[in-house]
Nanobody, 124 residues
Framework: QAQLVESGGGLVQAGDSLRLSCAAS????????MAWFRQAPGKEREFVAR???????GYADSVKGRFTISRDNAKNTVYLQMNSLKPEDTANYYC??????????????????WGQGTQVTVSS
């Protein structure tokens, strides 16, 4: 069972950058698909980015070209580099893991383990 702890959130201005980190427990981290979702108040949790255990990457259209997901299996950590932040990026960002790859990976119900979230607030 994976335990996930996010960090790196904060309050920034539009156009700034942030890097989120997600530290995972367990010796089988490299076998998990990892992803970031976000949730704004009153809205459903939405997919941001995913990196599979084989390194395949996918992004939501809203963040493509601005956000970069990566992983360091030696450190059991996945990252989300966020550049050119916009006020609409404001949300609680969650790290998640899954032992099985699903084609509908943008559906948050497909993911098995979740962190507690880290808040990102972008002011205009």
């Amino acid at each position: 069972q994976a335990q996930l702890v996010e960090s790196g959130g904060g309050l920034v201005q539009a156009g700034d950058s942030l890097r989120l980190s997600c530290a995972a427990s367990g010796r089988t981290f490299s076998r998990y698909d990892m992803a970031w979702f976000r949730q704004a108040p009153g809205k459903e949790r939405e997919f941001v980015a995913r990196i599979r255990s084989d390194g395949n990457i996918g992004y939501a259209d809203s963040v493509k070209g601005r956000f970069t997901i990566s992983r360091d299996n030696a450190k059991n950590t996945v990252y989300l580099q966020m550049n050119s932040l916009k006020p609409e990026d404001t949300a609680n960002y969650y790290c998640t893991a899954a032992a099985i790859s699903y084609s509908d990976y943008t559906n948050y119900r497909r993911w098995d383990y979740w962190g507690q979230g880290t808040q990102v607030t972008v002011s205009s």
